[in-house]
T-cell receptor, first 110, second 114 residues
């Protein structure tokens, strides 16, 4: 079936280091969304990408959608302890379903 | 305050005892969805609803039922819970069922089936 693979599963960084998580879909996506879930919390929407090759920035976060609309990445520059949590991508392969990646849990050491 | 609420937040039950987890949103959203979250598997969609009286299966619907009699409510029903349904459940809603809509999540319901 349709899948969205997300890597890495975990990432430990020193505060100030950069961090990247990647998502790859087995099928072309209509759009991709990114969510952040703090420990013990619920997923919170960060951003949505719709166009092929789209790049969006939010302060230290950079989001990319691949040209083929099958992959995406989230890059955080100079991580801070407030960035701790799990980052999920969620793709729409068409229709009304949403398929989430397994998430990347980010640990930041001060 | 715009929000998605779920009840109960925590539930311990025994195998076979029917239970319902309620979900309600106050944003007049058309689209609602249920997910379960398990370690290493991310969020998997159980059922979704495009509007009142319109529901469809997600990726893991077995053992679950839903109904959408009112726009604001979307309860999740486990007719005969089993231990493999122990999980963290999230309800979510979005304005429409279009594919460019942000989903707003409830706080989650942690279920343990003994």
């Amino acid at each position: 079936g349709q899948q969205v693979m997300q890597i890495p599963q975990y990432q430990h960084v020193q505060e100030g280091e950069d961090f990247t998580t990647y998502c790859n879909s087995s099928t072309t996506l209509s759009n991709i969304q990114w969510y952040k879930q703090r420990p013990g919390g619920h997923p919170v929407f960060l951003i949505q990408l719709v166009k092929s090759g789209e790049v969006k920035k939010q302060k230290r976060l950079t989001f990319q959608f691949g040209e083929a609309k099958k992959n995406s990445s989230l890059h955080i520059t100079a991580t801070q302890t407030t960035d701790v949590g799990t980052y999920f991508c969620a793709g729409n392969p068409g229709g009304f379903k949403t398929i989430f990646g397994a998430g990347t849990r980010l640990f930041v050491k001060a | 305050e715009a929000q998605v609420t779920q009840n109960p937040r925590y539930l311990i039950t025994v195998t076979g005892k029917k239970l319902t987890v309620t979900c309600s949103q106050n944003m007049n959203h058309e689209y609602m969805s249920w997910y379960r979250q398990d370690p290493g598997l991310g969020l998997r969609q159980i059922y979704y609803s495009m509007n009142v009286e319109v529901t469809d299966k997600g990726d893991v619907p077995e053992g679950y039922k839903v109904s959408r009699k009112e726009k604001r409510n979307f309860p999740l029903i486990l007719e005969s819970p089993s231990p493999n349904q122990t999980s963290l459940y999230f309800c979510a809603s979005s304005l429409t069922s279009g594919n460019q809509e942000t989903q707003y999540f409830g706080p989650g319901t942690r279920l343990l089936v003994l």
